[in-house]
């Protein structure tokens, strides 16, 4: 098994801005210009390098799709490092010739901040992009279609730790989507304008996912499997983000919450509009859309699990940080309705309140390792009312995973009988062992389950235990916390990248 060390990483209001100009006739060039800040002079702004390199690599996967399969030409100009500076970047913005039926993309991923209101982009030689300057640059040139893409923080440097690096995911098999990307690209006109996230809150990410819009945006929305509209695109795209957000740790959200921060809902300014359904040829911006809250009538069910009565609290007036909300107590085993879309926060150390944003579905309060109070989901699976973490994680886990660390991918099988086996890209068995799930004490952590695979390598017994993480049911991030050989203990280097993600296969 491979090892890949993960950490989550913070991005400030990250904007996902997109302006597509259609037609219904083929566009015979799609010119990407590539703006790649892997390389600043300032190396202290160098911490997102690597993340930066990924989001290249996985655009220009895409880029290479349409090209392969003959959706549009792709013609591609790349700035990287040192040479990514701003009077470059103008430079080759000016320099662009397309034509009528031409597509333009540019895109950009570094570093942006925020000042006296307007947004920028941050080149490597410490210079400032103007957004609207940028804006208005692309959108005088001659093309169809016109997509600003920028990767970026736009708030302030300072609050930047990293970017990106979208997980390795399989393509699709060739000609799957063609005329799903056909209808996207081709049958559409007018302005797509995205923002990862909504007015004064941070876009998250981590080393593996990527920026979370992003990658269920892209990775989800569009390779995996797209939908023929891009309102429907980017709404599941932004459900989904907003459930990325209620996965961060409780503590972090209770301080967001103190800054009025409750959650990261990306936002449209506008989406285009249909040609088989609307022949307007005029651009418009469309009305932005705000996420669709579900009537008062549908429910969600939080239960009590242990064994002492839970006290918590249902936000009821988000905007109004003064009110008193009503205490609601729940006896042992008890169960109650409370309408979906609901903000709930309880007390589970002394100074500690934990802020949840829950939706339909059934969740239920108990003791986490250390004896602390937390609420958690039960999962679609739906394994007993009061659901047992061995038994939750082994049938989770039988199934067929794609083991990615980053560097290569795996297809793991994970079997009901305890058995699990390696393949490569083209079917043939490079591993196979025994798996299964193992509650660990520890004096200082408490009891908690582990993954664990036992195999032979080179003829020697090998055990891999690994702690999970379940992103959600299909992405669970797993970290080797020890490996024996020959039952003597590993060492691993500092560095050493020991963490690694399953994708449901």
Request: hydrophobic letters at 35%.
């Amino acid at each position: 098994m491979s090892k890949k060390w993960l950490s989550v990483l913070i991005k400030s209001s990250f904007i996902f801005c997109c302006f597509l100009w259609i037609s219904s006739s083929f566009a015979t060039t799609l010119h990407a210009l590539l703006v790649i800040e892997d390389d600043y002079q300032d190396e202290d702004l160098n911490n997102i390098a690597q993340s930066i390199k990924v989001d290249y690599g996985n655009l220009s996967k895409f880029l290479k799709i349409l090209d392969d399969r003959g959706i549009i030409a792709v013609k591609k100009t790349v700035l990287r490092g040192r040479q990514a500076t701003l009077s470059r970047i103008k430079e080759t913005i000016d320099k662009t010739t397309v034509a009528a039926d031409d597509v333009i993309l540019f895109y950009f991923s570094g570093h942006g901040g925020m000042e006296q209101g307007k947004t920028f982009l941050y080149t490597s030689d410490s210079a400032n992009l103007d957004r609207q300057s940028l804006e208005k640059a692309v959108a005088a040139k001659n093309a169809r279609l016109k997509i600003i893409l920028t990767d970026a923080c736009s708030n302030s440097i300072d609050g930047v730790v990293a970017m990106r690096s979208m997980a390795n995911k399989r393509n699709a098999a060739k000609g799957q989507f063609d005329e799903v990307y056909r209808d996207l690209f081709l049958k559409h006109e007018g302005l797509l304008h995205l923002s990862a996230s909504s007015e004064g809150e941070y876009a998250w990410s981590d080393n593996q996912l990527g920026g979370y819009f992003t990658y269920y945006f892209i990775n989800e929305g569009l390779m995996k499997k797209p939908a023929s509209s891009w309102e429907k695109v980017f709404t599941e795209s932004r459900d989904k983000t907003l459930q990325m957000y209620g996965l961060l740790p409780a503590r972090q959200r209770a301080e967001l919450k103190t800054q009025g921060i409750k959650g990261q809902t990306p936002k449209a300014f506008a989406l285009p509009t249909h040609l088989v359904t609307e022949t307007n040829s005029t651009s418009t911006p469309a009305q932005p859309i705000t996420p669709v809250t579900s009537a008062e009538s549908e429910e969600l069910t939080i239960e009590n699990l242990t064994d002492k009565p839970v006290i918590f609290y249902r936000d009821i007036d988000q905007e109004n940080e003064d009110d008193e909300d009503p205490p609601i107590t729940l006896a042992p085993n008890e169960k109650i309705n409370i309408p979906v879309n609901s903000v709930v926060y309880f007390q589970s150390a002394k100074d500690d309140f934990y802020y949840y944003d829950l939706e339909t579905g059934a969740y239920y309060f108990d003791k986490d390792e250390q004896n602390q109070l937390d609420l958690y989901s039960v999962d679609a699976e739906d394994i007993s009312d009061k659901p047992d973490a061995d038994k939750q994680y082994q049938k989770l886990l039988t199934a067929e995973w794609e083991w990615d660390d980053g560097d290569s991918v795996v297809y793991t099988t994970l079997q009901a009988d305890g058995k699990f086996i390696d393949r490569d890209e083209a079917d043939r068995v490079i591993t196979q062992g025994t798996w299964r799930i193992e509650t660990t004490v520890d004096e200082e952590d408490g009891t908690y389950s582990q993954l664990i695979f036992e195999l032979e390598e080179d003829g020697e017994p090998v055990r891999l235990s690994y702690s999970i993480d379940f992103l959600d049911d299909d992405n669970v991030r797993l970290e080797l916390e020890e490996e024996r050989i020959n039952q003597e203990i590993s060492e691993f280097d500092e560095d050493a990248d020991l963490t690694v993600m399953l994708y449901r296969h």
